[in-house]
T-cell receptor
Framework: KNEVEQSPQNLTAQEGEFITINCSYSVGISALHWLQQHPGGGIVSLFMLSSGKKKHGRLIATINIQEKHSSLHITASHPRDSAVYICAVNPQYGGSQGNLIFGKGTKLSVKP | DTGVSQDPRHKITKRGQNVTFRCDPISEHNRLYWYRQTLGQGPEFLTYFQNEAQLEKSRLLSDRFSAERPKGSFSTLEIQRTEQGDSAMYLC??????????FGSGTRLTVV
């Protein structure tokens, strides 16, 4: 079992729909990241969370540390939101304090 | 500062050849990370540096792989005697301690 699990793996939505992507993790963490990856490979950091909720434009990220769960919401989705969304965590244990552990990503396609 | 730069963007090489990739991090960032991503998977941690010190290496990093960050600024990742299984996207990221994670656009390696 991966230490970071995302659902769904693939998501197709109509423009304007409200979208939720979920992330569950099994290790102790110091922070959780939501990342966006477009075709071509480059990764953009959307949020870094250690508690509560953050909002940036149409994107909202929440985290529940006790339940080891985070969600990324996109309001009023648009075709330009189509990308792979990746959840990653900073593990708290041992010497692995620098690297991130990544989920496999959720491929989002927003149709006009 | 234009972010994290990686060079080259694409590399096609014949099996058995050596390849070297370069990463220029954000200048204020003391940490630099290398990740590998294969198709349909999330990135996997390879190694990270704090300043010029290589603090952690994944067991994914076989003895054919070596990374350096000689002056605590740019880093190189060399793969010797490339194999087809080395074909992947190689991503570099940098941060200041755990803050401000910024990814480069990656180097896509194809071994033929």
């Amino acid at each position: 079992k991966n230490e970071v699990e995302q659902s769904p793996q693939n998501l197709t939505a109509q423009e304007g729909e409200f979208i939720t992507i979920n992330c569950s993790y099994s290790v102790g963490i110091s922070a959780l990241h939501w990342l966006q990856q477009h075709p071509g490979g480059g990764i953009v950091s959307l949020f870094m969370l250690s508690s509560g909720k953050k909002k940036h434009g149409r994107l909202i990220a929440t985290i529940n540390i006790q339940e080891k769960h985070s969600s990324l919401h996109i309001t009023a989705s648009h075709p330009r939101d189509s990308a792979v969304y990746i959840c990653a965590v900073n593990p708290q244990y041992g010497g692995s304090q620098g690297n991130l552990i990544f989920g496999k990503g959720t491929k989002l396609s927003v149709k006009p | 500062d234009t972010g994290v730069s990686q060079d080259p963007r694409h590399k096609i090489t014949k099996r058995g050849q050596n390849v070297t990739f370069r990463c220029d991090p954000i200048s204020e960032h003391n940490r630099l990370y290398w990740y590998r991503q294969t198709l349909g998977q999330g990135p996997e941690f390879l190694t990270y540096f704090q300043n010029e010190a290589q603090l952690e290496k994944s067991r994914l990093l076989s003895d054919r792989f070596s990374a350096e960050r000689p002056k605590g600024s740019f880093s190189t990742l060399e793969i010797q005697r490339t194999e087809q299984g080395d074909s992947a996207m190689y991503l570099c990221a940098s941060s200041f301690n755990r803050d401000g994670y910024t990814f480069g656009s990656g180097t896509r390696l194809t071994v033929v």
